[in-house]
Nanobody
Framework: VQLQASGGGLVQTGGSLRLSCAAL????????MGWFRQAPGKEREFVAH????????YYADSVKGRFTISRDNAKNSVYLQMNSLKPEDTAVYYC??????????????????????WGQGTQVTVSS
């Protein structure tokens, strides 16, 4: 499956952005989806993930209450609504897909090595 992320941009502190990630190929509904981000000089870190049917979501503590992950299996897309943005949210944001393992673990899907496919990333810059 190929993933194409979009929606990044420059926004002021307190603003909002909505990232989108479109999947091409594969059976989208069978993929566990996640968002990660990487700031300059830092490792790629987990942001949020969502299960196949949207029944389960999980967020990093740093974004909990501000970001919302969602998906639309009919449109083969996953989204990340980001509100109350802060300068420390500045990073390249990546969507990722994991093939079904047949079980769910919020901890497992926080690990970037457990995802099989990655999008190209979209830049989010929050100015102070």
């Amino acid at each position: 499956v190929q993933l194409q992320a979009s929606g990044g941009g420059l926004v002021q502190t307190g603003g909002s952005l909505r990232l989108s990630c479109a999947a091409l190929g594969g059976t989208f509904s069978s993929y566990f989806m996640g968002w990660f981000r990487q700031a300059p000089g830092k490792e790629r870190e987990f942001v949020a993930h969502i299960s196949w049917s949207s029944a389960s979501t999980y967020y990093a503590d740093s974004v909990k209450g501000r970001f919302t992950i969602s998906r639309d299996n009919a449109k083969n897309s996953v989204y990340l609504q980001m509100n109350s943005l802060k300068p420390e949210d500045t990073a390249v944001y990546y969507c990722a897909a994991a093939q079904s393992r047949g079980w769910y673990s919020s901890t497992y899907y926080q690990g970037r090595s457990n995802y099989d496919y990655w999008g190209q990333g979209t830049q989010v810059t929050v100015s102070s």
